[in-house]
């Protein structure tokens, strides 16, 4: 069965400090990969998605950055942290196309930046 | 520029009744529309699509609308149990790679 490790499960971190978030995949391969953010009082904003190794693509320009150094790892980072980055992480993946395949999320990240 | 709009960011229903669940979008070229539901801590998951040929869709308990003319579409759940309690997200999709959700909406069902 397929399943999606994240972590750490929380973090804080002081303003201007690194970021680096894990996602890997188990029990699948080439999947879809994304990193959505839930900020308080919004709704899941995706930040990146990969259909493959070294492919990503931003959608919100801002201080992070994304990777897929392996077919199933996602890796979210920052090199400054700002107070806006504070929030609700999560990494999902799909098989296929996100709108007509179910995507599977992980338990995800609460990032709070002081 | 919120594309998927809950206008609602919460809803008390009573078990046993209807929970109608909202959805407004403003792009008329969103092709596939979904559901997901999020328990505290824990990711959204699944629980039902449709797709914008269609203007319903069901699956046991729960029944999602399309209006296209309106934009909008709306989740009904009948009856409401309280394991239903949960914030529900809806997303829309024009690119089929990429999902763009709503704020949700938090439902409350009491006994």
């Known amino acids: 069965s397929q399943t999606i490790h994240q972590w750490p499960a929380t973090l804080v971190q002081p303003v201007g400090s690194p970021l680096s978030l894990e996602c890997t995949v188990e029990?699948?391969?080439?999947?879809?990969l994304y990193w959505y953010r839930q900020a308080a009082g919004r709704g899941l904003q995706l930040l990146f998605y990969s259909v493959g190794i070294g492919q990503i693509s931003s959608e919100v320009p801002q201080n992070l950055s994304a990777s897929r150094p392996q077919d199933r790892q996602f890796i979210l980072s920052s090199k400054k942290l700002l107070l806006s980055d504070s929030g609700f992480y999560l990494c999902a993946w799909s098989v296929g196309l996100a709108a007509y395949n179910e995507q599977f999320f992980g338990p995800g990240t609460r990032l709070t930046v002081l | 520029d919120q594309q998927v709009k809950q206008n609602s960011p919460s809803l008390s229903v009573q078990e046993g009744r209807i929970s109608i669940l909202n959805c407004d979008y403003t792009n008329s070229m969103f092709d596939y529309f979904l559901w997901y539901k999020k328990y505290p801590a824990e990711g959204p998951t699944f629980l039902i699509s449709i797709s914008s040929i269609k203007d319903k869709n069901e699956d046991g308990r729960f029944t999602v609308f399309l209006n296209k003319s309106a934009k909008h579409l709306s989740l009904h759940i009948v009856p409401s149990q309280p394991g239903d309690s949960a914030v529900y997200f809806c997303a829309a999709s024009l690119v089929p790679d990429k999902l763009i959700f709503g704020t949700g909406t938090r439902l409350q069902v009491f006994p």
């Open positions: 029990g699948t391969s080439n999947p879809n």
